[in-house]
């Protein structure tokens, strides 16, 4: 923008979102005045008192041109949206949702999962191999993205972008090493055995060194085998008392330990999923003051439930791993603001209502987390609990620089992807508000706080 004041003149706009409430710094500023780490900071416990400004975001061929203080450009675009009252967010990434394409489309599809994400505020979505067949070869990968490019409206030609995860070992068996170079070169961005973590940690090994001379990160479900096999409930008070047997934390920690200590011996990146509770918060601490590349991921209903949500057995509620007590939850919050835990994913796990109104034990793992992470945890934000410029690193910047995709940070040049939100709406979770096929959530009808509404990718409205 101009050094001066007054307004300046900037030619052939396609879209000007006006005065939209932005929270953190602004970069084309940065720019002009030449000056780095001058602007505000977010601050905890803003959004009660807040320091953000109105701006104006100026969108010209699927990109920003420029966010500025509202008024301070003088331009018209071919379309306007008054944004006032509205809060301006980048699109989200979310690296760890389950599409259920090819195999289990009575679960969700990958259409239903991309709406799903459209509605939910993500322009990226990574998903996982544990499909039907696996994602083990470059014909799965390939059809996972042509069924993505397929479910976007003709009319708008964008649409909420896919990246695969490919298969670590063929099938997921844990006995062979997937073709992964067939499979990067398909279009996987990572590689994972999802949720069957290899036993051999020799073969786990080879598949960190293969992985690594192709330039791709590995992603491991951290949870000793022998130890807790998917018991979705965790080892304590609740287990007991419901008579279940429950999965301790340390499950989560021997693997998470293991991994660590792998990718230092051998130099390589690794990215620990669904981080669940304080002892791999800690090893995960220890590993990045030695320096090891090791980056982790938790999720909104680690930060905001508690094991307490299957007291009565609600299958719901199942989810591996599975929900901890508070001091968990705690230490979540507080390692994800101060970095330790990089970045925030769904581990959206769609599942069929038939499928969960079962015994506890014989239900599935997993929660539909698409339609309802955005505001679960921008309430963390809200009420202070969680930082603004953790929750901008979590959803965006780190899951994008990690894996490799295209994010929105609104300096010039960027995608134009981000969205509007209205953090007082209030709305209820039910079938009627939720666009995952699958509604399996310990939040069904719960109020929640918090509602996207308007959605630009690559400067189009796909909501
Ligand atoms: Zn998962």
Redesign the pocket.
């Known amino acids: 923008m101009s050094e001066n004041n007054k307004p300046q003149q900037v030619k052939k706009l396609d879209l000007a979102v006006r005065s939209a409430l932005w929270l953190g710094p602004l970069k084309s500023q940065a720019k002009a005045s030449g000056k780095k780490g001058s602007q505000p900071k977010a601050q905890l416990g803003m959004l009660k008192n807040p320091k953000g400004q109105l701006v104006d975001v100026l969108v010209a061929k699927g990109r920003i041109v420029s966010v500025a203080p509202a008024g301070s450009l003088d331009v018209q675009a071919a379309k306007e949206v008054d944004a006032r009252g509205l809060i301006l967010l980048p699109s989200l990434t979310d690296a ?1 949702t ?1 599409l259920r394409e090819p195999g289990q489309e009575y679960k969700e599809d990958i259409a239903s999962g991309l709406l799903a994400a459209a509605f939910g505020g993500f322009s990226n979505l990574m998903c ?1 191999a544990n499909t039907r067949p696996v994602n083990d070869t470059a014909s799965v990968t390939e059809f996972m993205l042509e069924q993505a490019r397929k479910s976007w409206p003709p009319a708008v030609g964008v649409g909420p972008r896919l990246y695969p995860i490919g298969a670590l070992t063929k099938g997921l068996k844990g006995q062979e090493l997937a073709s992964m170079a067939d499979l990067k070169d398909a279009g996987c961005v990572a590689v994972s055995n ?2 069957r973590p290899v036993e051999s940690t020799e073969l786990f090994r080879r598949a960190l060194e293969y992985a690594h001379d192709l330039g791709l990160v590995v992603i491991d ?1 951290c949870e000793d085998p022998f130890l807790a096999p998917a018991a979705g409930v965790n080892e304590g008070v609740v287990s007991s008392r419901l008579g279940l047997a429950g999965q301790p934390d340390i499950a989560e920690a021997i693997q998470a330990s293991r991994d660590v200590l792998l990718a230092e011996y051998l130099n390589v990146p690794i990215h620990l ?2 981080i669940s509770c304080e002892k791999s918060v800690a090893v995960i601490r220890a590993a990045k003051a030695r320096g090891v590349d090791v980056t982790a991921e938790t999720c909104p209903h680690y930060l905001t439930l508690t094991e307490d949500e299957v007291a009565g057995y609600s299958a719901n509620a199942k989810v591996n791993p599975p929900l901890r007590p508070q001091a968990d939850v705690e230490a979540l919050l507080e390692a994800l603001a101060d970095g330790t835990i990089d970045m925030l994913a769904t ?1 959206h ?1 769609p599942h069929a209502a038939h499928e969960k109104e079962v015994e506890f034990d014989q239900a599935p793992c997993g929660i539909s987390g698409l339609d309802t992470a955005l505001a679960v945890t921008w309430e963390l934000v809200r009420t202070g609990r969680l930082p603004f410029d953790a929750f901008l690193r979590a959803w965006t910047t780190a899951p994008c620089r990690r894996f490799g995709l295209p994010v929105c940070t609104f300096a010039p040049g960027d995608p134009a992807d981000f969205l509007l939100f209205d953090q007082e709406a209030q709305w209820v979770v039910g079938p009627d508000t939720m666009q995952s096929k699958s509604k399996n959530t310990p939040l069904l009808g719960r109020v929640l706080r918090g509602r996207l509404k308007a959605h630009f990718l690559a400067g189009k409205s796909i909501v």
């Open positions: 760890h389950h996982m999802d949720g479900h999923a669904h581990d796990a």
